[in-house]
């Protein structure tokens, strides 16, 4: 074989040598984890029997684990699911079987309703914006009034 064409192949090489030798002089440096010859459960830390990428030692404790991060999940959304169905029942209560109305904003907040929980965000062309919780929206109409609007039910087929 040529000279000529094993030159860029033995350059490439090359690189490719010296960025593993770089790497593997560096990495100690970085906090990436490693993994061991006997994982432990990521519930009770005790030795996992079995294929390379479990990461619990049973059932229960996978079970355990996730149910422990449910938890904190709910816990921290509980009040401001709170809100945003407490805001929708009283939107849904004020409009009954109306698709837009008028209210003062004195009624929405001697209800309860909080401006602040919503689930969205729509601006219309004119560059208006409603804001909604779930199926109901509303929109500053002036200081004192505020404008409701029952979202369009959309049927499939």
């Not at 990495?27 to 479990?54: A, E, F, V, W």
């Not at 601006?123 to 409701?148: A, C, H, I, P």
């Amino acid at each position: 074989m040529n000279l000529t064409v094993l030159e860029p192949i033995q350059s490439f090489i090359t690189v490719i040598i010296r960025k593993i030798n770089y790497y593997n002089q560096n990495i100690h440096h970085l906090n990436i984890p490693y993994i061991t010859m006997s994982p432990q459960c990521q519930q009770c830390q005790s030795m996992i029997k079995g294929r390379s990428d479990k990461k619990f030692c049973s059932t229960s404790c996978k079970n355990k684990f996730n149910n422990a991060q449910k938890k904190v999940t709910r816990s921290v959304t509980e009040e401001i699911d709170g809100y945003l169905h407490r805001n929708r029942t009283i939107l849904h209560s004020l409009m009954q079987d109306s698709k837009k109305e008028i209210f003062d904003k004195l009624v929405l907040v001697r209800s309860g309703f909080q401006f602040d929980y919503m689930t969205g965000i729509y601006t219309n062309k004119e560059n208006k914006m409603y804001r909604y919780v779930y199926d109901y929206g509303w929109m500053d109409f002036s200081d004192q009034k505020v404008l409701v609007v029952a979202k369009m039910k959309v049927t499939r087929k």
